[in-house]
C-alpha cells in the first residue's frame, strides 16, 4: 500500500533551516521522480522541487532556488528538503509526492496522492 509519511516541520525563526524528510512505503524511490510542494492559506498549491529516479537531475521553482536542496536516500527509501535561509513567505504545509518531475516546469503530482503533510512556520 502507497503511503508517503513528511516530518522535520516546525518552527524556526527568519534566516534559519529545517530539513524535511518524506518517507515511502509500498514502492522504492527508482520507481517515480519525487517531488516536494507546499500550500500556504488561502494559495493554491505550489510545486518547489522535483528530483527524477532516473540520474537524480533536479528542479527548483524560483521561489526556493539557491535555498533549499531536494536529495534521496534510495537505501532508506527516503526523500529530503533541506532548507536554509528561511523566509516568512516560507510558511505552509508541505508536502511530498511521486512526480512526473520536468526540469523546466517543475513537478506533477503522478499518482494523485498526498501525504498527510507537515508544517513548516518562520516567525520571530
Known amino acids: 500500500q502507497l503511503q508517503l509519511v513528511e516530518s522535520g516541520g516546525g518552527l524556526v525563526q527568519p534566516g534559519g533551516s529545517l530539513r524535511l524528510s518524506c518517507a515511502a512505503s509500498?514502492?522504492?524511490?527508482?520507481?517515480?521522480?519525487m517531488g516536494w510542494f507546499r500550500q500556504a492559506p488561502g494559495k493554491e498549491r505550489e510545486g518547489l522541487s522535483c528530483?527524477?529516479?532516473?540520474?537524480?537531475?533536479?528542479y527548483y521553482a524560483d521561489s526556493v532556488k539557491g535555498r533549499f536542496t531536494i536529495s534521496r536516500d534510495v537505501a532508506k527509501n527516503t526523500i529530503y528538503l533541506q532548507m536554509n535561509s528561511l523566509e516568512p513567505e516560507d510558511t505552509a504545509v508541505y508536502y511530498c509526492?511521486?512526480?512526473?518531475?520536468?526540469?523546466?516546469?517543475?513537478?506533477?503530482?503522478?499518482?494523485?496522492?498526498w501525504g498527510q503533510g507537515t508544517q513548516v512556520t518562520v516567525s520571530s
Open positions: 509500498g514502492f522504492t524511490l527508482d520507481t517515480y521522480a
Open positions: 528530483i527524477t529516479n532516473t540520474d537524480g537531475s533536479t
Open positions: 509526492a511521486a512526480v512526473h518531475c520536468s526540469l523546466y516546469v517543475g513537478p506533477f503530482n503522478r499518482l494523485n496522492y
